[in-house]
């Protein structure tokens, strides 16, 4: 009879002490509990899931690898974690954090109501205020057991938005894990463009580009790729030998948490959607700084767009802001307000396209003591 375990195949997930130690941590819980007296909230429960763990990571360093943990934070003592999954998990988890209190969520029914008498005390003069992080992206049964558990007693406020501003402006440190992701994403640009140099067709260059990164120890990575020319981008599903150009493709990495992407163009006419892409980014890296808005990022790229459409993979966003979430919450397009500021590592794109096919090139910028800094270029390499 098979009894093995199932097995999940999944990246490298690991705690770097030196890269992140745990006074990182004791900053952001000051930075937290800081905004936690300001509103009057007596607690926060954070979620994350495997797909999106990014506040819950910011303060803990916890991933759930499958299904979802809460991180529960009061204004004294170390945050605790309640995560889904067996007891023969919970060793291997304890090394992904700096937190001692780790349980499985099984136990919440009776954990939470505890955790909640603790923040309040003895005294009941008003009804306690707790912040809840990730509400919309719960399963309803975590929904209902929180709200069971929690909702009689205290008031539960959607407070997504207040604590994803704490993550927008990166430390020292983190940019430091931003810069290594960089490199396991060069890595897997590189071995894009080489496949494609080499006549391979473009599936296959998607795979290598995937291989490169596994093998630089990427915690996760996301790929699309263009078969039709550079008009569209779609995942890899199965093997295929069609080798059109330009290929297009969008990569995504993942390390320590931390996200960086980039869209990369190979093998496209000087000429064409390309070169009018590439100007388009060039005048938007200059442009870049703090205050700089997605309307100013269209202004400055649109003489080099002339004759041509922007890409509409893009739909219509020049710029996403990078960090433990891979779609972070700033928009920056011709109808938000949002504008880079000090502290912010932010990709730029710009993607061009006429009858002949399609072009989108990136690059990472990063805002440090108010000077925008280059840290990858698409355009590196580029035939």
């Not at 937290?32 to 954070?46: K, Y």
């Not at 499985?104 to 909640?116: D, H, I, M, T, V």
């Not at 993550?167 to 440190?173: G, N, S």
């Not at 630089?216 to 008009?231: H, V």
Request: charged letters at 20%.
């Amino acid at each position: 009879m098979n009894s093995m375990h199932p097995v999940v195949v999944l990246g490298s997930y690991r705690w770097d002490e030196e890269l992140l130690p745990v006074d990182e941590f004791g900053e952001r819980l000051k930075r937290l509990r800081s905004l936690m007296r300001e509103r009057g909230w007596q607690g926060v429960v954070a979620h994350g899931d495997a797909p999106d763990s990014a506040f819950v990571t910011w303060l803990t360093h916890f991933f759930p690898r499958m299904r979802w943990a809460l991180a529960l934070v009061g204004l004294q003592g170390e945050p605790e974690l309640l995560f889904a999954a067996p007891a023969r998990d919970v060793p291997a988890a304890r090394v992904l954090t700096w937190c001692s209190s780790l349980q499985a969520f099984a136990s919440a029914k009776e954990l939470l109501p505890q955790w909640l008498q603790r923040q309040v005390g003895d005294s009941s003069a008003t009804r306690p205020r707790i912040a809840v992080y990730g509400m919309q992206r719960m399963r309803a049964a975590v929904r209902r057991r929180l709200e069971e558990s929690l909702g009689g007693q205290a008031e539960l406020i959607d407070a997504q938005a207040e604590l994803d501003a704490l993550m927008l402006r990166k430390r020292p440190r983190e940019r430091r894990a931003l810069l290594q992701a960089r490199d396991i994403l060069q890595a897997s640009v590189q071995a894009l463009r080489a496949a494609w140099a080499a006549g391979l067709p473009n599936a296959q260059a998607a795979l290598d580009a995937e291989r490169a990164a596994r093998l630089a120890c990427a915690q996760d990575i996301r790929i699309l790729f263009s078969e039709d020319g550079g008009r569209t981008l779609r995942p890899y599903e199965r093997r295929s030998t069609v080798r059109s150009a330009p290929l297009v493709a969008y990569i995504a990495v993942r390390y320590l948490g931390y996200w960086v992407d980039a869209f990369v163009s190979c093998g496209t006419p000087a000429d064409g959607p390309y070169r009018a892409a590439s100007a388009a980014l060039a005048a938007m890296i200059a442009t870049a700084g703090p205050g700089v808005s997605g309307t100013r990022l269209l202004a400055a790229a649109a003489p080099a767009m002339t004759g041509f459409d922007w890409h509409p993979m893009l739909e219509g966003r020049v710029a996403s802001s990078v960090g433990l979430a891979l779609d972070e919450p700033l928009r920056f397009d011709a109808t938000s307000g949002d504008a880079m500021h000090d502290g912010g590592v932010y990709c730029l794109r710009a993607g061009a396209c006429d009858d002949s096919g399609g072009a989108i090139v990136s690059a990472l910028v990063a805002i440090v003591e108010g000077r925008p800094q280059l840290i990858f270029s698409a355009l590196d390499g580029s035939p």
